[in-house]
């Protein structure tokens, strides 16, 4: 009697946990996206950057999981903010007036940009959804409402993704978008998840790195990162390809980096294809347990004078809570590295438009808030000879 009474509780208490994770999964498992086949997957294996079954890195990612886990004992108080930001509603009929000097951008927080480059209109990383998750009640959630709805957008001519990260590719964003008639460019098997949710085949651009695209007379060019992919974590680790992308028109060059480790390459992008007018690097979102999934800001600096950039736009923060630094800490630290390096930087609000020919200097609009230096928190890429 008592050993089926005992049977029958583990019993219970296994449905118990098994019924809500399998519920989570049913309800996440749309947003996981699909893996690549057929012709997506010969080219996805024909790529230099593919071997042994997943892609690689030049410089293989360092990580030191035990520094993490004491990195947690750690977490700055002011890892999110405490009251509303002064954020910025974009107006839609702003956008109707082409920008004098015809480069503007739009930042919209973390890595979505609307880049306005020469009459072409170009929308980066973009992210709607409240949560960076595949799940709508967990994961980091979003410090405020989307400063533009989707269909105020004005008309974009590509849509373009750095890798797939839930806080870069969200499948309820990219369904919102795909109403619009854009094309979107993605790093190599990107587009396994967005024809799994709907993108016809020939709405989709994939390429490698130094691949490039023509629209119009704006050529969209992959180029390379350092760092990683993955959606369900275990299964599709490193399926897909990341990448950064270069805007070119014959006025004016954009680079987006996307989330990058610094690399000895970054010269050789601005050699091949620089220098640029503006370029967009992240800074936020960062550790010395991992200092090649993400740059930091001084080694962006670092990383905008490699390839040859004229002013720095930092993306990635002011968003979402992602990493265990205060949430203006990457900009504090960007400008004092910024000013040290004689670098022109801007800093707007998120939703504020700018044009980089005559932008407003960079000025704090965020509160002072206790934050680590560089020399209390060094990010320092490892394997990178700048020599």
Not at 290 to 314: F, M, R, S, T
Request: one cysteine or more; charged letters at 20%; proline letters at 9%.
């Amino acid at each position: 009697m008592k050993r089926r009474w005992l049977w029958r509780s583990l019993a219970i208490a296994a449905l118990l946990v098994l019924v809500p994770v399998a519920c989570a999964l049913a309800l996440a498992w749309p947003s996981l996206g699909a893996r690549p086949k057929g012709a997506r997957l010969q080219r996805v294996e024909a790529s230099p950057q593919w071997k042994n079954g997943q892609f690689h890195n030049p410089q293989p990612l360092f990580n030191d999981p035990w520094g993490s886990l004491l990195g947690m004992r750690h977490i700055s108080p002011h890892v999110s903010p405490a009251s509303p930001l002064p954020v910025v509603s974009v107006d839609p009929a702003s956008l109707a007036t082409p920008p004098a000097s015809g480069l503007r951008v739009t930042w919209m927080g973390h890595s979505t940009v609307l880049v306005e480059i020469d009459g072409h209109r170009v929308l980066t990383d973009p992210m709607w959804s409240d949560r960076a998750s595949p799940l709508r009640w967990v994961g980091p959630k979003r410090w405020y409402d989307p400063r533009l709805a989707i269909e105020q957008l004005p008309k974009l001519d590509a849509v373009v993704v750095s890798h797939d990260h839930y806080d870069h590719l969200d499948r309820a964003t990219i369904v919102a978008l795909n109403k619009l008639p854009t094309k979107f460019i993605v790093p190599l098997g990107v587009g396994a998840h967005l024809e799994s949710w709907g993108v016809p085949a020939d709405k989709v651009i994939e390429l490698d790195w130094w691949q490039s695209v023509p629209l119009g007379d704006l050529t969209v060019t992959c180029t390379p990162a350092r760092h990683a992919s993955g959606r369900t974590v275990v299964t599709d680790k490193d399926a897909t390809l990341w990448a950064g992308y270069a805007l070119a028109t014959k006025k004016h060059r954009v680079y987006f980096s996307g989330d990058t480790g610094l690399f000895a390459a970054m010269r050789d992008i601005g050699r091949v294809l620089g220098p640029f007018d503006l370029t967009m690097i992240e800074v936020g979102q960062y550790h010395r347990s991992w200092p090649d999934w993400h740059i930091g800001p001084e080694q962006a600096v670092l990383a905008h004078k490699l390839v040859g950039g004229k002013v720095l736009l930092p993306i990635h923060w002011g968003l979402f809570a992602l990493a265990f630094h205060g949430w203006t800490e990457p900009a504090e630290r960007v400008m004092l590295a910024a000013k040290k390096s004689q670098v022109t930087l801007m800093l707007p609000k998120p939703g504020e438009s700018q044009e980089p020919a005559g932008h407003t200097p960079a000025a704090r609009w965020w509160p002072n808030l206790p934050w680590e230096t560089s020399e209390q928190h060094t990010i320092q890429s490892s394997q990178v000879d700048l020599h």
